[in-house]
Structures are given as structure tokens and as C-alpha cells.
């Protein structure tokens, strides 16, 4: 099996590093870029503004870090939109997505909603999968997307824009952490956000994919069958640890992202697992079935 080829290295994206702090996407929406660059990160986190001009109501969707800074840009942006923030929502229960939720909610006196009871908070609402919210002057779909986190959630625009937090990144492929994420539940995911039909990606992390959405998802499921056929081509030559199957399968990764890469491949390993394809081989090795 060949290595799948990213449609994004086609683009013209922005480099890394080169995001625009803020800007508008859509009439609906504007992003800003939170001061928390990292490998995991990359440019940082990315707080949406989304809103109907003119409702004067704006709601915020992945506040991110509760850092002073990046809370004075959103509140520069609310009010170069003249909208009050009225609802707080959250993909799932990550830091670097979920850390200003409660403290922001608290200050723009806005209830936060999230999948994860602990993140919407005591007086914040539960979503799941199917529900629609109406807010700011337009209705936003709440899409379940379980996967890199068990409580992961996207967000679907009346545009036909989906905000996918960290379900697909604007630059290289998302994690599935482990032991939390689930690796099928992760693939049915790509799968529905695909069957909408999205007119664009807006990412949690990196740029927003407005070219052709639909061959991202479709790259993210070959690149995940992929890894898995490299896993078991390693496999082939007998029972690895994690490691060793991590420093084969990610040699062109650098290496400071195969911590993240490990967490990866144990989901996919627990994945083989259940289909009978892989066994324990004892301590942290295994071998095929």
C-alpha cells in the first residue's frame, strides 16, 4: 500500500507561523488565533466568533487558553461585531480548548455547553449528537464526533461550514489519544462529517480547508488505513513494543511528536485487538494473532 498524498500540499495555505491573529471567514463567523503556539498546537488554538451580523449576539466556540491576551482580542472582536457573547460552546475537554470556558462564561455571563458535564458546568447545558441550537440569530447543529476524545463534538453552520475542533487539523492529521479515543469510533466520525457535505473545515488548530473538504476527510481515512497496514507490515517480522513500532512506522515524524504518535498507535493496536488481528506478546510487545 502506498503512502496517500494530502491535497493540502497542493493548496495555498498559510505557512506556519504566518495565521492571521483574526479574521473573518464568513459573514458568520470570524476566528481568532490564541497566543499558544507548540508542535501539538501548531499556530494555536483557534476561538470562533460565530454569530448573524447585526443580531447583536455572538456565540463563542473553543475559547481555548484563559489567557488575558487572546481574551482581549475575542472581546475586541465581539465588539467590532457589537454582539454580546451569549453561549460558550466546547468540542470537547482538552486544555488548550476548554481552560477559558468557565471563567469566560462566568465573566460575559453566557452558559457554556459541551458533551463533557465537567466542562459545561453546573449551570451549563449537556449536548449531544442531533441537537440544534439556536442562538445569535442563526441555528448551529451539534454533530457528534467521538473519536479523539470520547466527548468530542463538531459544529455545523447554517453555511454548510463545520467547526471540527481537533477532528481534523488544518495541517497534518489529528491524534487519537489513548486511552480515551477510539480509533473506529474516530473512522464512523470522519464518515458522517463527510456524508454532510461540508462546504468548509474550519480546524481548532492550523488554517481553515475551504478548497475541497471532502478530499481531507477522505485523506484522513487513507492515511489511518495507512498507519494500520504499517503496523501490521511491521508486525510481519515478529512481536514489537510500542516503541519500536512507533520509531518504524513514524522515522519520518520528528521526534518530538512521537509521544502523540505512540498514543496513536495504541489506539490502533487496541483496534486490531478486537478484531482478533494482534495479541499480547508480553510486557508492552505485541505480535499478530
Known sequence: MDAPADPRARWDLPRPGDLPRTADLEGLVTRVLAPNPSGMTLDGTNTYVVGQPGSGQAVLVDPGPD???????????????????????????????????LPWGERFGAPVAAADAAVAGPRGRVLAHGDRLALAGTTIGVVGTP??????????????????????????????????????????????????????????????????????????????????????????????????????????????????????????????????????AGGDAVRLA
Do not use: I, M, N
Not at 69 to 90: G, I, K, S, T
Not at 187 to 202: I, K
Not at 236 to 248: I, K, S
Open 67 to 101: 489567557d488575558a491576551a487572546h481574551l482581549a482580542a475575542v472581546e475586541a472582536v465581539l465588539a467590532r461585531r457589537d454582539a454580546r457573547c451569549v453561549a460558550v460552546l466546547v468540542t470537547h475537554h482538552h486544555g488548550d480548548h476548554a481552560e477559558a470556558a
Open 147 to 280: 473519536g479523539h476524545t470520547a466527548d468530542h463534538l463538531t459544529f455545523r453552520l447554517e453555511s454548510g461550514a463545520v467547526l471540527v475542533g481537533d477532528h481534523v487539523l488544518g495541517r497534518g492529521t489529528s491524534v487519537v489519544t489513548h486511552p480515551e479515543g477510539d480509533v473506529v469510533a474516530y473512522l464512523e466520525s470522519l464518515r458522517r462529517v463527510h456524508d454532510l457535505g461540508p462546504s468548509a473545515l474550519y480546524c481548532g488548530h492550523g488554517p481553515e480547508l475551504t478548497e475541497d473538504p471532502g478530499a481531507v476527510l477522505e485523506y484522513y481515512l487513507a492515511h489511518r488505513a495507512y498507519r494500520e497496514h504499517q503496523l501490521l507490515a511491521a508486525l510481519a517480522d515478529g512481536a514489537r513494543t510500542v516503541d519500536e513500532l512507533v520509531a518504524t512506522v513514524y522515522a519520518e515524524v520528528p521526534r518530538a511528536l512521537w509521544p502523540a504518535a505512540a498514543q496513536s498507535t495504541r489506539a490502533t493496536l487496541a483496534k486490531l485487538a478486537a478484531e482478533g488481528r494482534t495479541e499480547p
